[in-house]
Antibody, heavy 121, light 107 residues
């Protein structure tokens, strides 16, 4: 059974940093393209970032480029999102998701349960 | 950036009736279009990809059509478990983008 389990969310002050993790199981993580997608009540679903199976290619939404870094450790079956210079508008539930396709930038066939990030003073 | 627009925002349907949801892209996305279902407190669930291919385990009551800029998700006969929010997503171009969602509620 495919499982994606996010952790690391919480309350952080504006300008602060946070690292999210996503532990994967039930599939060949090292062969899978992975992504982060976030959801806010006001703006719905927003794609954040994608990383290729090897980690050699990364893609970011303009809204997070230069502030967030996606990475992965295939030996630990874990995906990460390092978030910095956090703003109130980054407040959202962050989902880890597996890309359905073999190449980067497709649809998402498995999602984690999400972790809430709240940016507030 | 490709903007995805869904209509209507809310659709009121009686159980057993047919529901038709629309998604429009601001420029052509070919058939690189997916549909998701989301229930309260849950993550989205992939229903359709390639505009018309059902994902694994998705019942035949769900069907997708369209290409280019106009897409439709049809639920042939609404069951109680189908009342949810539905999102479309394009993956033809970076950045990947989602529509604002259509809430299907019980009439």
């Amino acid at each position: 059974e495919v499982q994606l389990l996010e952790s690391g969310g919480g309350l952080v002050q504006p300008g602060g940093s946070l690292r999210l993790s996503c532990a994967a199981s039930g599939f060949t993580f090292s062969s899978s393209v992975m992504s982060w997608v976030r959801q806010t009540p006001g703006k719905g679903l927003e794609w954040v970032s994608t990383i290729s199976s090897s980690g050699g290619s990364t893609f970011y939404a303009d809204s997070v480029k230069g502030r967030f870094t996606i990475s992965r450790d295939n030996s630990k079956n874990t995906l990460y999102l390092q978030m910095g210079s956090l703003r109130a508008e980054d407040t959202a539930v962050y989902y880890c998701a597996r890309d359905h396709g073999a190449v980067s930038g497709t649809q998402f066939d498995y999602w984690g349960q999400g972790t809430l990030v709240t940016v507030s003073s | 950036e490709i903007v995805m627009t869904q209509s209507p925002a809310t659709l009121s349907v009686s159980p057993g009736e047919r529901a038709t949801l629309s998604c429009r892209a601001s420029q052509s996305v070919s058939s690189d279009l997916a549909w998701y279902q989301q229930k309260p407190g849950q993550a989205p669930r992939l229903l359709i990809y390639g505009a018309s291919t059902r994902a694994t385990g998705i019942p035949t009551s769900f069907s997708g059509s369209g290409s280019g800029t106009e897409f439709t998700l049809t639920i042939s006969s609404l069951q109680s478990e189908d009342f949810a929010v539905y999102y479309c997503q394009q993956y033809n171009n970076w950045p990947l983008s989602f529509g604002g969602g259509t809430k299907v509620e019980i009439k």
